[in-house]
């Protein structure tokens, strides 16, 4: 393991405004933390986080990376806590840290069923700062360098699948190449490790034959090269199994065509020494066609440079060459860890920063997937930025336009489940439905079979889906209701004719169809119980004078029709009288409305009370479900308190107290108006009998009409 002082070494050999007294802080307190941690393979712990620093180190990290490095594991593990680190090591490593311990939470929670490219995102959205993510890349690493240790083989496969789906592409996508190529080779080892040692002792053979050809082609360039005074560095290049892999499995070429390839890299000074030295090759030997790029001039879209061709070399050899300068050498090296420059101070140059907005280039890029027309269309970016994601129980990652709720959650998920969900859990934690979800939460749905959607969602969901979703169901449930209001409706009218909706003729409903020119007689029935058609009118259709046998005397006056709990979407309930359930009442069939309730007693009646086409006797079925308001008024001896006192027995009641309003009457007595929510005349009677026993009561009564 590297001591503290080499590590401290390394990190003063490229950055010369190091503060040592820090590092060796860190070092010491991730020490003291792990002390009796041990790794898998039975190590002690902190062999794992100095590894890590170290990595960060070959990368030239500035020191608070490197110091979160070394601290990464300390809040998810030991005691630490954000704020020890921020009184111990300030702010910027706090926050470092729990960026670090944050994604660390995630992948717990994610399992296997999460999308790899969500996974990504929500990785990237809640990574504030660019160096959390080189932190958790080389934390990824040295754990892949350790995998075998891992006693337990499916936690390997699921380490290994999560490195090829999610770290190692992010790593391409900031340009860490060499990073990139040893995750996959690590994940590849433990995924397909038979391929993998297939490959590899392919390539060693040729390495064997090759390493002097290798060294002849290189010399033959060299001094090519020296000849046209082009100063040049050349690098052989070895392919890792993994690349050669997935080239046999994307190109369908054989194992033989890639691995006989030989690669050079070939460093030189300028931007225009690369281009002369590409000319030269090309004019001294053939080049492969299709396989000329020029990424100098159109840089990879993770800011790669270089030049790609490949020539029919000496002895007509295939070779890949890749000219490059120096800079573009370190950065596909090292990525976006090669933009640290420590010229100044340790802080690196914010304007380096703006200019290479790393954060949001990778947003960008990651959520372009492999589309290079759509490389500047900013909306996109826009829509992932405004994203939140969350997981569900069992850890698939679902993904959601900002400002989403628990109810968008469910029918993201699935139709049904947004369609009979009535409560959510937000991390273990009972939550509105109407909360606004966060990244990282998990959600977990309640829901009971029969449950249907609540009109009052349509109020606070954002997206699409759900909101198609709630009016679909209720459209289909207010269709379904009419229909059969409508059909109870008729019933009653047809009563009245000595006849019954069941006993209705075929000949009868076409006849009505064609005088009303209605496209269906369940679009008829639709129309009464909506209110658009009186009943008695479509009754006088079906049911010509001379066939009607009005019963003696019972005209409109048996057979109320039954109101029921699932009615709610279509009848009102008249504000002038406020029926509740128990109550006698009278439908009031209203053109445009449908049906609205009034008390039987209601004056607003008087008129029409007698107009069997407007009227409806109406009862109650035994069980309405709801929230009715009533308006209560109470002459009351004004005493200390005794609002509340009133108050609270009602709230005792479990009533809801809607308004409240006090007026002195004289010294002696005070009107209380109070608009209380009741479930049935039960429920209203048993709160007005514990109102009554106060002694400050002197009259409390129901007020009908206004
Ligand atoms: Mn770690």
Redesign the pocket.
Known sequence: MLKSEELIKKVKSYNKFLNPETLNKAYEFALKAHKTQKRDEGIPYII??VA?ANILTDLKLDSATITTGLL??TI?DTYATYNTIKEEFGQEVADLVDG?TKI?EFENQAVQNSKAENFRKLILATSKDIRVLLVKIA?RL??MRTIKFVKDKNKQIRKAKETMEIYAPLADRMGMNRIRDELEDLSFQILNNDARELIKKRLDEIKENRTSSFKNISYEFSNLLNQNELNAQIIGREKTPFSIWRKVQKKRVSLEQISDIIGFRIILDNIEDCYKALGIFHSKWNCIPGKFKDYISSPKINKYQSLHTSIFGPNKRPIEIQIRTMPMHEFAERGVASHWKYKSSEKFNSLTWKEYDWLKDLVEIIDRNENPEHYFEYTKLQMFQENVFCFTPKGSLIKLPKDATPIDFAYSVHTDLGNSCIACRVDGELTPLSEQLESGQKIEIVSTEGAQPNPNWLNFVVTAKARSAIRHFLKNQQHDESVDLGKRLLDRALANYGTKYNQLRKSQIKRLLKETSAPTFEYVLQQIGLGNRVPFAVANLLVPPSKRNIPEGKRNSSLPVVIDASDGLLLQYARCCHPIPGDPILGHVTPGKGLVIHLESCRNLKEVRFHPEKCMPLTWSRVVHGEFPVELKVEITPERGFIAALASRMTEEDATIETINVTEKDAFTSIVDVVITVRDRIHLAEILRRARSLTSVRRIYRVRNK
Request: hydrophobic fraction near 20%; charge should be negative; aromatic fraction near 0%.
């Open positions: 794992h986080p890590v990464h594991d998810e670090v660390s934390d040295h754990n």
